[in-house]
């Protein structure tokens, strides 16, 4: 009982900072739009003459005083409805919807090339942290983790689709198009992730249970992949929780180098034509996703620790 109730002031703590959250970056979003540029004037064109400027804002209500279209756009947000595109005229919503199961996709094959490739290197790395192959390795970590993920992107392509033209790297055709975009977006996330499992199974090596174990009998193997690694994982698996804000923001410009149909390159595409319906909702999406799998996380680890439980804000 003690168990669901802490979970369940977690969740109405997390609803009241959801909603404080979303309020502010809609509303901060929408002044800093405003201040970016005249859409009206973008969609008319450079030659096009103050009447046609002045007809397409009154068209989409540019015109209307800032406050009156920001209580407007306030009372719209809370219905999700975003208005329409200034471009495509449809939806704004759902023209972010529509790709935003692209860049999901996208992101767990991120995460999942980050999984396979940072558990097993951070666990050798931890298993002896101070040998000399492994403070080269170590290095070698440290050396990726300040590389640019757009760097790492152009340099995939060019080995493996210009030099070897052994993948593809345009859009999401197959499978072998899909191998590069995860690399890249992983190639930021895996330094950290090596580095916190590697620090979380040097420590746990020197827990009582682990010699506890070695007195029983069982073999390094067994206690590293038994009892090491489980409990290294417990910290791993909040990093992965926070990185997800990463994949979101970070998957923006990995879709457009690669013309990945995810929101991310709508969004980058957006910003530049000022269509602010778009921009808005896509902010607005991001934004609840990154909350919702932090949240998740939280709650996640309340049920798993006990100890998490009986910290009450």
């Known amino acids: 009982m003690t168990r669901w109730r802490a979970v369940g002031d977690v969740l109405l703590r997390r609803v009241v900072e959801l909603a404080i959250l979303l309020f502010a970056i809609s509303t901060l979003l929408f002044f800093l739009l405003r201040l970016s540029g005249d859409p009206a004037a973008v969609l008319a064109g450079e030659e096009a003459d103050p009447e046609t400027v002045a007809l397409i804002a009154e068209r989409y209500g540019l015109d209307r005083p800032l406050m009156v279209q920001y209580l407007q756009y306030l009372a719209s947000t809370l219905l999700l409805d975003f208005g329409e595109s200034l471009r495509g005229g449809l939806p704004a919503i759902w023209m972010v919807l529509d790709r935003l199961g692209s860049t999901l996709l996208l992101s767990f094959l991120a995460l999942a090339t980050t999984i396979a490739i940072a558990v097993p290197l951070g666990a050798w790395l931890g298993m002896r942290p101070d040998a000399a192959e ?142 602010f319906p778009v921009v808005q909702a896509a902010v607005f999406v991001i934004a609840f996703l990154v909350f919702a799998v932090n949240a998740v996380t939280d709650v996640a680890f309340r049920l798993i620790d006990p100890r998490l439980r009986e910290q009450r804000s």
């Open 134 to 275: 492994r403070k080269v390795v170590n290095g070698g970590v440290y050396i990726m983790q300040g590389i640019p993920g757009y760097i790492v992107g152009l340099i995939l392509i060019q080995i493996f689709v210009v030099e070897l033209r052994w993948l593809t790297s345009i859009g999401i055709t197959s499978w072998t198009s899909w191998i590069l975009p995860a690399l890249t977006l992983a190639s930021f996330l895996v330094p950290k992730m090596v580095r916190v499992l590697a620090a979380n199974v040097s420590e746990a090596l020197r827990e009582d249970y682990i010699r506890t174990a070695r007195a029983c009998g069982a073999t390094e193997r067994e206690i590293l992949w038994r009892h090491a690694v489980p409990n290294a994982l417990l910290g791993a698996t909040a990093l992965i929780g926070t990185q997800f804000a990463f994949l979101m923001s970070g998957s923006l410009v990995t879709e457009w180098i690669f013309s990945w149909p995810g929101f991310g390159a709508l969004l980058i595409e957006s910003v530049d034509r000022l269509d």
